[in-house]
Nanobody, 124 residues
Framework: VQLQASGGGLVQAGGSLRLSCVAS????????SGWFRQVPGKEREFVAAIRASGGNSYYSDSVRGRFTISRDVAANTVTLQMNSLKPEDTAVYYC??????????????????WGQGTLVTVSS
């Protein structure tokens, strides 16, 4: 499965951005999909994930209430709506997919497929 992430850009604090991740195969809908982010010099961190079955979603504490992950199965797309952005949200955002189980979906190792990353910059 190939993943293509897009939607990053420059936004002022308090603004919004919408990231999209489009998959090359319809089997994408069977996978847990996640978003991670990485700041230079730091480890990649979990942001959000959505399960294939039931569509339950999960968030890191730092984004819960501000970000929303959703899935459009017909379009092979997972979207991350980011509201009330803060300068500390600045990072390269990566989408990922894998057959992760609930206890592992916050871990990079649980994902088999990764997109190329899209840069989000939030100015203060």
């Amino acid at each position: 499965v190939q993943l293509q992430a897009s939607g990053g850009g420059l936004v002022q604090a308090g603004g919004s951005l919408r990231l999209s991740c489009v998959a090359s195969e319809r089997t994408f809908g069977r996978y847990t999909s996640g978003w991670f982010r990485q700041v230079p010099g730091k480890e990649r961190e979990f942001v959000a994930a959505i399960r294939a079955s039931g569509g339950n979603s999960y968030y890191s504490d730092s984004v819960r209430g501000r970000f929303t992950i959703s899935r459009d199965v017909a379009a092979n797309t997972v979207t991350l709506q980011m509201n009330s952005l803060k300068p500390e949200d600045t990072a390269v955002y990566y989408c990922a997919a894998g057959r992760s189980i609930l206890s592992t979906l916050r871990l990079e190792s649980a994902y088999d497929y990764w997109g190329q990353g899209t840069l989000v910059t939030v100015s203060s």
